[in-house]
């Protein structure tokens, strides 16, 4: 007789416990599949490798757009600051960029039309698309932010507890006195211009800063407020904007704050945990790992990287705003090794956080040639 051959299929009762969001025991969605919702799957839109891979890492990738359309990739490997090149589509020292720190992380702003950046040990440096400008007197610091028409930057090493502020109007301008210094001995980690108030996160406390017109001095003056005593943000990267509120990591927990009460512009923090359905994974991340963690929002997707097994991000959690908040965990995949974010045309690019490094496109295009796991297919795989 023959062999016939017959179609074969596991049927589950409830998907949900074969395929959990996150079991703490190292389950995961397929390799090609997202869990959107209790009980649903649906297809990975896989990726493409961004410019070839390296033995050097690639960091502090950002998208730096002018008002004329003009658009440059940017990243920095070793001690140069890198453009890819469509045409070309690979990456390229930009000729004229500063010998910068390796490894060191650079933080960015754009500022009319032009870029802003720090790496915390160099120099402040502006960019224009053609020529990079050093202003040796700014603050070093990698964490910058523009708010009331001033540059506020943070970060610096040495001083790690304070925020510096430019002139109105000069953003390469700061004087020895303007810096705000928020109580407590928790550094500041991030900085978010949030509706009329600047925000600013420590690791175990947030705080509000907003200018008052003091008649006294006829000048005005920064007035700092807490916000929470409890709360904190863990990392440069672990504050974003989600839809009207930001959301925060806080090495343990996603937390979000946002206004109370909008008339009277009161903020506060959101009492419910949103990453309560992970929280037995997050418990696993080592303190020390917590500058490693990182987050970002688009799309009704919220992204969570952290380090788990290693002291590089080895997982990635999705939660998908549209499906209820549920999660999906990537584990084992190229996509969840991931130092840094970009978006271009709402699509993610992330860098990747372990070797081989480099850029990944979250997302295969029409005459990409792919494997059966929807992995590009390149000389160089990551």
Excluded at 87 to 114: C, F, H, I, K, M
Aim: charged share 25%; glycine share 6%.
């Amino acid at each position: 007789m023959p062999i016939r051959k017959k179609q074969f299929t596991i049927v589950q009762e409830d998907l949900q416990k074969v395929i959990d969001v996150d079991a703490s025991d190292g389950r995961s969605v397929p390799v090609n599949m997202n869990f959107i919702d209790q009980g649903y799957l649906t297809k990975d839109t896989g990726f493409t490798i961004f410019g070839s891979a390296t033995d050097v890492k690639r960091h502090s990738i950002f998208n730096y757009k002018k008002k004329d359309g003009t658009s440059y990739i940017l990243g920095i490997r070793g001690t140069k600051m890198q453009r890819y090149y469509e045409l070309d589509r690979e990456w390229s020292d930009l000729s004229n960029s500063p010998t910068l720190t390796e490894d060191a992380e650079v933080g960015y702003y754009v500022y009319d039309n032009n870029l802003y950046f720090g790496n915390a040990v160099e120099s402040l440096y502006k960019f224009d698309g053609t020529t990079f400008t050093a202003y040796p007197s700014a603050p070093k610091g990698n964490i910058l932010e523009i708010f009331e028409d001033r540059l506020f930057i943070t970060g610096v090493v040495a001083e790690p507890l304070s925020i510096y502020y430019s002139n109105v109007g000069v953003p390469t301008t700061f004087s020895g006195t303007d810096v705000v210094k928020p109580l407590g001995t928790d550094r500041v980690v991030s900085l978010k211009n949030y509706y009329g108030a600047l925000l600013i996160f420590k690791q175990k406390s947030i705080w509000k800063l907003t200018f008052i017109y003091d008649q006294i001095v006829n000048l005005f003056v920064p007035k700092l407020e807490a916000q929470s005593g409890s709360y904190g943000a863990c990392s440069r990267k672990a504050v974003t904007w989600v839809e009207n509120d930001l959301w925060f990591f806080t090495g343990r927990e996603v937390r979000s704050i946002g206004f109370i009460d909008n008339i009277t512009g009161v903020f506060g923090i959101n009492q419910s945990v949103i990453s309560e359905n992970i929280k037995e994974t997050l418990n696993l991340i080592d303190e020390s790992n917590y500058d490693k963690c990182l987050t970002a929002y688009n799309d009704s997707r919220f992204y969570l990287g952290v380090p788990i097994d290693i002291d590089t991000n080895d997982t990635m959690f999705i939660c998908h705003l549209l499906y209820n908040k549920s999660w999906t965990k990537y584990t084992g995949r190229t996509k969840a090794t991931v130092s840094d974010f970009m978006f271009i045309d709402e699509i993610p690019y992330t860098a990747s956080s372990s070797f081989p490094y480099g850029v990944v496109k979250w997302k295969v295009e029409a005459g990409d040639k792919v494997d059966i796991n929807n992995n590009l297919i390149a000389e160089q795989e990551i």
